[in-house]
């Protein structure tokens, strides 16, 4: 065989899943172990990836643990439904999907310990910032459209359902967990929230 056709042979066939199961793989495990418990040795061991190929995509434990919490811990976006209660519920629905299912443990855990390393802190304050601007957006939107009549309080619907969610994700056991069952939870929540803030559930897409 000749140099030049020995060039051409393909090589080795790139896993191109190498990156999302590493990525899965750290969210879940910093869920589980938190910060300290959180190294490249046992997210190589539990992906299945080498350390030598975590090393080339990220430089440090910190680099790759922000990576894979912002591909799976993402913001909340503004969902324009034409009603109130419609956007409110596809707010609910977002920020409670982040604290289910597989990685919802990863999201409590970032919120209950950000402050290990500056870029935990930026992330987290992305998270917190993207459900801040939404709300707003919601709220707005709703008194410019005549919603309501009156001014509504952006900082207490957050907290509200926030908190809520969170509670709901760490109290209620994993077999009664459905995504059905959550719907259920976020609409009643939603319901909840409309009827303190005195605003017709009915006339508001509920």
Same mark, same amino acid.
């Given at each position: 065989?000749?140099? #030049? ?7 080795? %066939? ?5 990156? @999302?199961?590493?990525?899965?793989? !750290?969210?879940? +495990?910093?869920?589980?172990? /938190? ?10 061991? @539990? ?27 993402? &913001? ?5 439904? /034409?009603?109130?209660?419609?956007? +409110? ?22 919120? =209950? @310990? %950000? *402050?290990?390393? %500056?870029?935990?802190?930026?992330? +987290? *304050? ?10 707003? #957006? ?13 001014? +509504? ?7 509200? $359902?926030?908190? =809520? ?16 069952? =959550? ?11 409309? !009827? &303190? ?8 897409? $509920?």
């Amino acid at each position: 065989m000749s140099e #030049q056709e020995h060039l051409a042979r393909p090589g080795r %066939p790139r896993d191109t899943g190498i990156t @999302e199961r590493v990525l899965s793989t !750290a969210t879940i +495990l910093f869920g589980e172990r /938190g910060w300290a418990g959180f190294t490249i040795d046992r997210v190589a061991a @539990e992906s299945g990836v080498g350390k030598s190929a975590i090393y080339r995509r990220w430089e440090s434990k910190e680099d790759l643990l922000v990576a894979a919490l912002s591909a799976y811990i993402v &913001a909340v976006e503004d969902v324009d439904t /034409g009603s109130l209660g419609g956007d +409110l519920l596809a707010f609910a629905r977002q920020i409670m999907g982040l604290y289910i299912g597989p990685y919802g443990l990863a999201t409590r855990r970032l919120s =209950a @310990e %950000p *402050d290990f390393t %500056p870029a935990l802190r930026g992330r +987290l *304050d992305e998270f917190f910032d993207s459900q801040v601007k939404t709300a707003r #957006q919601l709220v707005r939107r709703a008194v410019d459209r005549g919603y309501v009549d009156h001014p +509504l309080p952006t900082t207490l619907i957050l907290n509200i $359902i926030n908190g =809520a969610s969170m509670s709901y994700s760490i109290t209620t056991p994993g077999d009664v967990i459905t995504p059905e069952h =959550a719907d259920t939870y976020a609409t009643r929540l939603v319901n909840f929230v409309l !009827a &303190a803030l005195d605003v017709s559930t009915t006339s508001n897409g $509920i």
